[in-house]
Protein backbone atom coordinates (compact mmCIF):
# COMPACT_ATOMS: atom_id res chain seq x y z
CA UNK A 1 0.00 0.00 0.00
CA UNK A 2 1.49 3.18 -0.85
CA UNK A 3 1.84 6.41 1.69
CA UNK A 4 1.14 8.93 -0.76
CA UNK A 5 -2.64 10.55 0.46
CA UNK A 6 -5.04 9.73 -1.57
CA UNK A 7 -7.05 12.46 -3.05
CA UNK A 8 -10.88 12.36 -3.46
CA UNK A 9 -13.80 15.38 -4.51
CA UNK A 10 -13.44 18.62 -2.29
CA UNK A 11 -16.20 19.42 0.08
CA UNK A 12 -17.73 22.78 -0.39
CA UNK A 13 -19.21 25.26 1.96
CA UNK A 14 -21.86 26.87 0.50
CA UNK A 15 -24.78 29.61 1.10
CA UNK A 16 -28.09 28.68 1.15
CA UNK A 17 -29.26 32.07 2.04
CA UNK A 18 -28.55 35.18 3.62
CA UNK A 19 -27.36 34.86 7.23
CA UNK A 20 -29.51 37.01 9.81
CA UNK A 21 -27.34 40.14 12.06
CA UNK A 22 -27.11 39.12 15.60
CA UNK A 23 -27.77 42.81 16.90
CA UNK A 24 -29.98 43.97 19.41
CA UNK A 25 -33.64 46.00 18.51
CA UNK A 26 -33.88 49.48 20.39
CA UNK A 27 -37.56 48.89 20.94
CA UNK A 28 -38.63 45.09 21.47
CA UNK A 29 -34.73 44.22 22.60
CA UNK A 30 -34.93 41.02 19.69
CA UNK A 31 -31.31 39.87 18.75
CA UNK A 32 -31.67 39.14 15.06
CA UNK A 33 -32.58 41.45 12.19
CA UNK A 34 -32.58 40.77 8.25
CA UNK A 35 -31.79 43.15 4.43
CA UNK A 36 -35.12 41.03 3.99
CA UNK A 37 -35.74 41.74 0.53
CA UNK A 38 -33.08 44.28 0.39
CA UNK A 39 -32.57 48.12 0.41
CA UNK A 40 -30.62 51.15 0.05
CA UNK A 41 -31.19 54.33 1.15
CA UNK A 42 -29.26 56.99 -0.86
CA UNK A 43 -29.07 60.76 0.52
CA UNK A 44 -27.14 62.88 -1.72
CA UNK A 45 -25.81 66.39 -0.06
CA UNK A 46 -24.09 68.52 -2.65
CA UNK A 47 -21.33 66.50 -3.79
CA UNK A 48 -21.46 64.03 -0.65
CA UNK A 49 -23.19 60.90 -0.54
CA UNK A 50 -24.19 58.77 2.46
CA UNK A 51 -25.72 55.23 1.46
CA UNK A 52 -27.34 53.18 3.61
CA UNK A 53 -28.19 49.09 4.06
CA UNK A 54 -31.65 49.01 5.74
CA UNK A 55 -32.77 46.00 8.17
CA UNK A 56 -35.40 45.10 9.73
CA UNK A 57 -36.18 43.52 13.36
CA UNK A 58 -37.42 39.90 12.49
CA UNK A 59 -39.67 40.22 15.65
CA UNK A 60 -41.15 43.64 15.53
CA UNK A 61 -39.99 44.80 11.38
CA UNK A 62 -38.52 47.95 13.40
CA UNK A 63 -36.02 48.95 10.39
CA UNK A 64 -32.88 50.60 11.26
CA UNK A 65 -29.80 52.11 8.68
CA UNK A 66 -26.46 50.19 8.89
CA UNK A 67 -24.15 53.39 7.53
CA UNK A 68 -22.00 51.74 3.96
CA UNK A 69 -20.99 55.23 2.83
CA UNK A 70 -20.89 58.58 5.23
CA UNK A 71 -20.53 61.87 3.54
CA UNK A 72 -18.29 60.28 0.62
CA UNK A 73 -17.63 62.56 -2.51
CA UNK A 74 -19.61 60.82 -5.13
CA UNK A 75 -16.73 60.52 -7.63
CA UNK A 76 -14.95 58.65 -5.11
CA UNK A 77 -17.65 56.33 -6.01
CA UNK A 78 -18.04 53.69 -8.74
CA UNK A 79 -20.57 54.74 -11.16
CA UNK A 80 -21.43 51.26 -11.65
CA UNK A 81 -21.81 50.59 -7.48
CA UNK A 82 -23.85 53.91 -7.27
CA UNK A 83 -25.92 52.38 -9.94
CA UNK A 84 -26.35 49.24 -7.72
CA UNK A 85 -27.13 50.84 -4.57
CA UNK A 86 -30.26 52.90 -6.45
CA UNK A 87 -31.63 49.78 -8.28
CA UNK A 88 -31.39 47.31 -4.89
CA UNK A 89 -28.68 44.70 -6.56
CA UNK A 90 -28.98 41.91 -5.00
CA UNK A 91 -25.61 41.03 -5.36
CA UNK A 92 -24.76 44.39 -3.97
CA UNK A 93 -27.28 43.75 -0.89
CA UNK A 94 -25.61 40.36 -0.25
CA UNK A 95 -21.63 41.68 -1.03
CA UNK A 96 -22.21 44.68 1.44
CA UNK A 97 -23.75 42.81 4.09
CA UNK A 98 -20.78 39.90 4.22
CA UNK A 99 -18.22 43.03 4.11
CA UNK A 100 -16.86 42.61 7.37
CA UNK A 101 -16.28 46.25 7.56
CA UNK A 102 -19.97 46.89 7.37
CA UNK A 103 -20.03 44.59 10.45
CA UNK A 104 -17.43 46.28 12.13
CA UNK A 105 -18.42 49.75 11.10
CA UNK A 106 -21.86 49.22 12.71
CA UNK A 107 -21.29 46.81 15.21
CA UNK A 108 -23.05 43.35 14.79
CA UNK A 109 -22.40 39.90 13.99
CA UNK A 110 -23.36 37.90 10.83
CA UNK A 111 -25.80 34.68 12.41
CA UNK A 112 -25.19 32.12 10.09
CA UNK A 113 -27.27 29.24 11.71
CA UNK A 114 -29.14 27.51 9.37
CA UNK A 115 -27.86 29.30 6.17
CA UNK A 116 -25.00 27.43 4.83
CA UNK A 117 -24.67 23.54 4.03
CA UNK A 118 -21.35 21.27 3.26
CA UNK A 119 -21.78 19.63 -0.01
CA UNK A 120 -20.10 16.86 1.16
CA UNK A 121 -19.39 14.10 -1.71
CA UNK A 122 -19.26 10.50 0.15
CA UNK A 123 -16.02 9.11 1.33
CA UNK A 124 -16.00 5.41 1.50
CA UNK A 125 -14.43 4.41 4.78
CA UNK A 126 -13.21 1.65 3.51
CA UNK A 127 -11.09 3.27 0.90
CA UNK A 128 -7.31 3.70 1.01
CA UNK A 129 -5.82 5.48 3.41
CA UNK A 130 -4.56 8.07 4.59
CA UNK A 131 -6.94 10.34 2.44
CA UNK A 132 -6.19 13.56 2.07
CA UNK A 133 -9.46 16.15 2.15
CA UNK A 134 -9.86 20.13 1.05
CA UNK A 135 -12.79 21.87 2.32
CA UNK A 136 -13.78 25.25 0.52
CA UNK A 137 -15.76 28.37 0.90
CA UNK A 138 -18.68 29.49 -1.14
CA UNK A 139 -19.34 31.97 1.78
CA UNK A 140 -17.15 33.21 4.49
CA UNK A 141 -19.25 30.90 7.21
CA UNK A 142 -17.14 30.16 10.44
CA UNK A 143 -16.95 27.18 11.22
CA UNK A 144 -14.91 24.81 13.51
CA UNK A 145 -12.98 22.36 11.28
CA UNK A 146 -13.34 19.63 13.83
CA UNK A 147 -17.32 20.23 13.76
CA UNK A 148 -17.40 20.12 9.54
CA UNK A 149 -14.99 16.95 9.28
CA UNK A 150 -17.25 15.33 11.90
CA UNK A 151 -20.34 16.00 9.74
CA UNK A 152 -18.47 15.27 6.85
CA UNK A 153 -17.29 12.07 7.39
CA UNK A 154 -20.18 10.63 10.02
CA UNK A 155 -17.60 10.60 12.90
CA UNK A 156 -17.42 11.21 16.49
CA UNK A 157 -15.23 14.54 17.25
CA UNK A 158 -13.10 11.98 19.63
CA UNK A 159 -12.37 9.69 16.26
CA UNK A 160 -11.68 13.10 14.87
CA UNK A 161 -9.52 14.70 16.89
CA UNK A 162 -7.17 11.11 16.47
CA UNK A 163 -7.56 10.18 12.89
CA UNK A 164 -7.23 13.92 11.43
CA UNK A 165 -4.24 15.67 10.28
CA UNK A 166 -4.38 19.69 9.66
CA UNK A 167 -2.37 22.49 9.59
CA UNK A 168 -4.38 24.65 11.41
CA UNK A 169 -6.16 24.24 14.57
CA UNK A 170 -8.82 21.94 14.48
CA UNK A 171 -10.93 23.62 17.52
CA UNK A 172 -10.64 27.76 16.29
CA UNK A 173 -13.23 28.86 13.86
CA UNK A 174 -11.92 29.33 10.37
CA UNK A 175 -14.02 30.52 7.19
CA UNK A 176 -11.37 29.85 4.52
CA UNK A 177 -10.41 26.69 2.75
CA UNK A 178 -7.48 24.34 4.88
CA UNK A 179 -6.67 21.41 3.69
CA UNK A 180 -6.76 17.93 5.93
CA UNK A 181 -5.91 14.01 6.24
CA UNK A 182 -7.69 11.35 7.30
CA UNK A 183 -5.59 8.28 8.30
CA UNK A 184 -6.93 5.06 8.73
CA UNK A 185 -8.58 4.00 11.87
CA UNK A 186 -8.11 1.05 14.26
ZN1 LIG B 1 -37.68 44.71 17.37
Not at 7 to 24: A, C, I, K
Not at 67 to 76: A, D, L, W
Request: aromatic share 6%; net charge positive; glycine share 6%.
Amino acid sequence: MSSQPHTVLPWVVRQTRLPLLSSRCVDCRSEAATTGEGRFRVNANGKLLDVWLLVHCVSCGRTSKLTVHERVPVRSLDPCELDGYHANDPQLVASTLLDPLLARRNRFTLDWRGAWRLDAPPVALDEVWPTRMEVLFEAPVPVRPERLIARGLGLSRSEVSRRVKCDISLRRPVSTGFTFTVLAGD
